[in-house]
């Protein structure tokens, strides 16, 4: 540990002001981050990130459960505090591009993520808005992400706002409803996967598909989605929505269920052919 990082009462407090929890008990592991924002940090996907983070700075507020969700569980880590209001996010987002453009580094991405997901933000589209002004202002050469579960993207407010970013990149781990319940676990019981598909087809090449390949065991059940049975449908969707690129990965850091494997990197590969073999870019994080 280095000396600028400091052990909390809960968890560890690292340099970039993040709070690593690394607890045994399943559940309990997991990185929170700072709000409304934090970094920048260097992305496997997306470079010098600059991230906006719309949930609350000591825990986790998502419309899905993900068992390999890197903040953890939703109910290991309730939030006490309020979400940041837009006029929180707009002003701590000018301070660091202020400070950004005076001592560097130059963003490459201003990116939502962080504690959850964005879009339960009520004030998204609006923040949305502020942020392209902020990025014009100071960054014009900057992309916007927003790494969504896309849960709420049948909301017109949420849509329109994504539709004005430059990365819009949603989620679709597969569209298998069984497998959706295990391992993304959304909290509605309404969760369409062939309604949120209809909507993609409507963004079209104005978003990106983001999927995470795994493979282990949860609760004792197979959680692989690595298979011909899984990644074949996910493919048809992919060829139905013709978006304009796709991401796929694998986990990377500590998971909160404990049994969880990566998926090897041939495994990616092939699947990254596949895409490929539609006319349709994709990136691999081994
Ligand atoms: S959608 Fe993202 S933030 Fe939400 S539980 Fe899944 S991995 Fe975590």
Not at 53 to 80: A, M, T
Request: glycine share 6%; hydrophobic share 35%; net charge neutral.
């Amino acid at each position: 540990m280095s000396k600028d990082e400091e052990i909390t009462k809960n968890g560890q407090r690292r340099q970039d002001g993040t709070i690593a929890y690394s607890s045994e008990t399943e559940g309990k592991r997991g990185i929170i981050f700072p709000s409304p924002i934090f970094g920048p940090v260097h992305s496997r996907r997306l470079g010098v990130s600059l991230g906006v983070n719309l949930l609350p700075g000591d825990g986790k507020v998502c419309s899905f459960d993900c068992i390999y969700c890197e903040c953890g569980y939703n109910k290991s880590f309730p939030p006490h505090q309020k979400l940041p209001t837009r006029t929180e996010v707009r002003q701590a987002l000018r301070a660091k591009l202020q400070e950004m453009k005076e001592i560097g580094p130059n963003p490459d991405v201003i990116t939502f993520a962080g504690n959850g997901e964005p879009t339960v933000h009520p004030r998204f589209a609006d923040i949305i808005h502020d942020t392209i002004a902020l990025r014009n202002e100071f960054f014009p050469e900057a992309k916007i992400s927003v790494l969504c579960n896309s849960t709420r993207i049948l909301r017109e407010d949420v849509f329109n706002a994504l539709l004005k970013v430059d990365n819009n990149i949603l989620k679709l781990d597969t569209i298998d409803m069984d497998y959706i319940r295990m391992v993304d676990r959304p909290l509605s019981p309404r969760f369409s996967v062939e309604k949120i598909i209809e909507r993609m087809m409507e963004f079209g090449n104005r978003c990106i598909v983001q999927t995470m390949f795994l493979k282990g065991t949860h609760n004792g059940c197979d959680v692989s989605n690595v298979s011909d049975k899984f990644v074949l449908p996910w493919i048809d969707a992919i060829q139905r929505i013709q978006p304009s690129e796709v991401m796929i990965y694998t986990i990377d850091r500590t998971t909160p269920s404990p049994l969880l494997e990566k998926a090897t990197p041939a495994e990616l590969d092939n699947i990254a052919d596949r895409v490929q073999s539609l006319g349709i870019p994709c990136q691999v994080s081994y």
